[in-house]
């Protein structure tokens, strides 16, 4: 444990005090945002990104702890364990090395080399290694032994020669040595797999293709491991890339040669020597270390891809809310017409309606007419209109409604409808809507998204709302994880009031588990509303540890005790108290005093228990109980008369709403059915390396449209609107490394290859951006 502490202490560069006392919170189940906010005395002040760094390294080092155990006691079992062996275990760094240490004492089928051990042959073996002035052949005929398989001379050798190739490549240092080297120098090739030219013709930006492994971006390694899981790319490591004669030696041959100090001096062995070098690289290391490497690039790249979509995840949920004011939820639609529902401020459903503004009824005016008395009737002030199908026209439909009703004072908002499908068949709206059909749920979802995102989408699997790269070709369980800490935080960051939060949003609230959400609000329902947070322990199963971890992040309004709407939690009541007597007035008198409370010095109300960090925020909480920490609400406004990819024109300049951020740039939705894509060069005048320091999902942004290709669907856009054109005689595929004569972002990996930046849009021509375009749609 000493070694964990020490080993995350200097990783996250902090003191191993604040280590060892955060795992201890940990252990005694403690969650990340109780300990982030109210522990900071305890931890030295580690905030979320760090916790939840620590927690993870924490989980991964006692996981390979245990492995280390088990792999130690294999090992003694088998009577093989030496002190050399025993340090060199303990000593691992990861749980490759770890792992190559125990690969020759792992149980495996038997192998040839095996089986030439069992008929007698390792003598010989070392024989032939220590003393190459032998001749094979020779040395080989007292070595025939028929019933074992080995009938003559050439058998023999060969399996002497196995017996060499599975010790050399069994060796956890060359193993190291090499694969260190591998990472630093070879490169990762692609081309397509005969007769899948037009198949795979989204990958055809990769038919030939090959670059550096260790420069290979998260987007486009998953692109190519996609095309090669489809069987439409042959992906090879080439570890020799500076050898254009593919049929010269290996540098790696020499490697493993002077490993094990052999010599290749014309003597009589040297020939079958160097044969077993030759055959360990190309039959036994080459292809593991083919597999090894391709497998870090996937963790890598999965790593990066999760990162990206927990990113996104967090601009989203934590998007300005519209706020309790009364809404119409529109699901646009064709044929089958729109679904329009009124929820009042609390999100409860007022009115609903089918209306059919479009062909084949084409009720436009008498649909503009409906929409106009719900609005009346209800005293509307918000239109909340799903991106889906048909969503520009009932854009059109609704500015037509407010010019015709201005009086209404209607604000129109574009809402992304990702995951309104999975939530409107859940078992949560069922039970939520009992007898509303499932397209008017959608709309009721959509309504709710603008009025509170968070407390909305918390309701869906956080995978459906769509917001990744990739996000079906990582590892699910590490996705959900992250994705589940990402909402965790941005719940307990904002705060929920209890007396009209839903199950899913209780049940993200620290220290709570579905089923305590559950009896909250049952207890709710029968008892009425919650007066005060003392109150919350009177809940089943509520117990002091979880009213600890809870308390603090649940909202009582209306309750006698101010302090109770606050983030203050009830732990700390005696400091906030202390600081009113002490300037003789009450915790009322003093909350939202600014120039008050800015006059305090943290310093003089500090205790055994809570020091300057947690008064500091005890004082700040009081200038403004219960802040929201998401921005001020805005809106986007598209472009009246551009509602298709035909209406787009380069050299327009519109205003688009971020709907996802990749590693390679931005998509916008401007409106058009059909998201653009921002390069990363195209983002700022300034070097961007990663896109999310520039621009968050939900963000209202300016764009520039430089190029529209109608048949494929794709749009190019930039956000430095000085930008100038393409030339329409050589106008390239949209995002095709950025704007024209911007090569910062571009890298040539060598003479004769694709440039990968250039190619780094092989996300706008593969599965990609279909995949992002569409995902707002599911």
Known sequence: MTHVVSTIANELNVREAQVQATIALLDEGATVPFIARYRKEVTGGLDDTQLRTLASRLTYLREFNERRSVILKSIDDQGKLSDELRTAIAQAQSKTELEDLYLPFKPKRRTKGQIAIEAGLEPLADSLLNDPAQTPEQAATQYINTDAGFADEKAVLEGARYILMERFAEDAALLKTIRQSLWQGAELTAKVA??????????????????????????????????????????????????????????YESVIASHFGLRFNDAPADGWRLQVVQWTWRIKILPRMETDLFGQLRDAAEKAAIQVFATNLKDLLMAAPAGQRTTIGIDPGLRTGIKATVVDGTGKLLAKATLFPHAPQNAWDKTIRSLEQMCKTHKVELAAIGNGTASRETDKLVGELMKKAPELKLTKVMVSEAGASVYSASELAAREFPDLDVSYRGAVSIARRLQDPLAELVKIEPKSIGVGQYQHDVSQSLLAESLDAVVEDCVNAVGVDVNTASVPLLARISGLSRILAQNIVNHRDLEGPFESRQQLLSVSRMGPKSYEQAAGFLRIMNSSNPLDASAVHPEAYPVANRIATNHGRDVKGIIGDVAFLRKLEAKDYTDETFGVPTVTDIIQELEKPGRDPRPEFKTATFKDGVETLSDLKPGMKLEGVATNITNFGAFVDIGVHQDGLVHISALSHDFVKDPHQVIKAGQVVKVKVLEVD????????????????????????????????????????????????????????????DAFANAKKK
């Open 710 to 769: 109608i048949p494929r669907k794709r749009i190019s856009l930039t956000m430095r609107l000085d930008d100038e054109l393409p030339p329409a005689d050589k106008a390239t595929a949209p995002g095709k490394g950025g704007p024209k004569g911007d090569s910062r972002h571009r890298s040539n990996s060598g003479s004769g290859k694709p440039k990968p930046a250039a190619n780094a849009n092989a996300a706008m021509g593969n599965a990609l951006a």
């Open 194 to 251: 005969p007769g899948k030219e037009q198949e795979g013709a989204k990958f055809q930006d990769y038919f030939e293709y090959s670059e550096a492994i260790r420069k290979v971006p998260s987007h486009r390694a998953l692109a190519l491991l996609r095309g090669r899981n489809e069987g439409v790319l042959q992906l090879q490591l080439n570890a020799d890339p500076e050898h254009v004669d593919t049929s010269r030696n290996s540098q």
